[in-house]
């Protein structure tokens, strides 16, 4: 909890985040963390952007060996989130976060932002888990489920999808009536640049989406806060 409490408050001191890895690390100690307890101190480190190798892969550890049958949809969320964050690839530890996603009654306790990010973990570390996408877009299709995306879901699902090289026409189209129905019009810069690269790298030209991802780009106060990386982004996708 002080970890959380120090990365939620963006609270950088490094001296108490290797105190605390240290104690974590101490002979024993990681056998009485449970599931919850993983997640929020990989989500802490990672939040605060700190590498500390040994401390990753003793939570890691500690998951599959000990506690990986408890993790909740927000615990796999947070976990994937903090490991991809940090460039992290552990084979296993993505593989079992996987699996236990799959796992009865997990999926469905998926919310949008946890659904989001731990695709996005997926696409970033690139890893190609078919199952586990399967039923990420599943879940998202859900009835009535899209209608919790927010602007940024909407973003990082679509980047992640392309980004994996993942065709799911049902998944596109229900994202992009989605930004044209509910929350086109807290698209950020990010978001549309995005959004707008995820459906030209998978080659879906959805005209009505496209115009109005260009009509909020020239809205007030947007253009001017693209950077260099999302103007490039979204000039190549309308090209």
């Known amino acids: 909890n002080t970890a959380w409490a120090f990365a939620k408050l963006g609270i950088q001191n490094d ?31 990672a939040k605060l952007g700190i590498q500390n190798q040994a401390l990753m892969l003793g939570l890691a550890d500690r998951t599959l060996q000990g506690c990986l049958s408890k993790f909740s949809a927000q615990a796999i969320s947070n976990t994937a989130w903090a490991y991809a964050t940090l460039g992290i690839r552990n084979e296993a530890l993505i593989a079992g976060l996987a699996e236990r996603t799959l796992q009865e009654g997990i999926l ?22 078919d199952a586990l996408m399967t039923g990420l877009a599943t879940r998202t299709l859900q009835k009535g489920f899209l209608s919790s995306f927010d602007a940024r879901d909407v973003a990082i699902t679509a980047w992640a999808f392309a980004k994996l090289g993942i065709q799911n026409q049902a998944l596109m189209l229900g994202l992009a009536d989605r930004t044209l129905q509910g929350c086109l019009s807290k698209f950020s810069a990010q978001a549309i640049s995005n959004t707008a690269w995820a459906y030209a790298t998978l080659g879906i030209r959805n005209e009505a989406l496209i115009a109005g991802l260009a009509e909020r780009t020239l809205q007030e106060g947007i ?11 979204t000039a190549w996708a309308f090209a």
Not at 18 to 44: H, M
Not at 223 to 233: G, T
């Open 108 to 129: 469905s306790s998926f919310n949008s932002q946890a659904l989001s990010n731990t695709a996005w973990a997926f696409a970033k570390l690139g890893i190609q888990n």
């Open 223 to 233: 253009l001017s806060s693209f950077n260099s990386q999302a103007l490039s982004n």
């Open 15 to 45: 001296a108490l985040m290797t105190g605390l890895a240290t104690r974590t690390l101490q002979k024993g100690f990681l056998s009485s963390f449970d599931a919850r307890d993983v997640a929020i101190t990989a989500w802490a480190f």
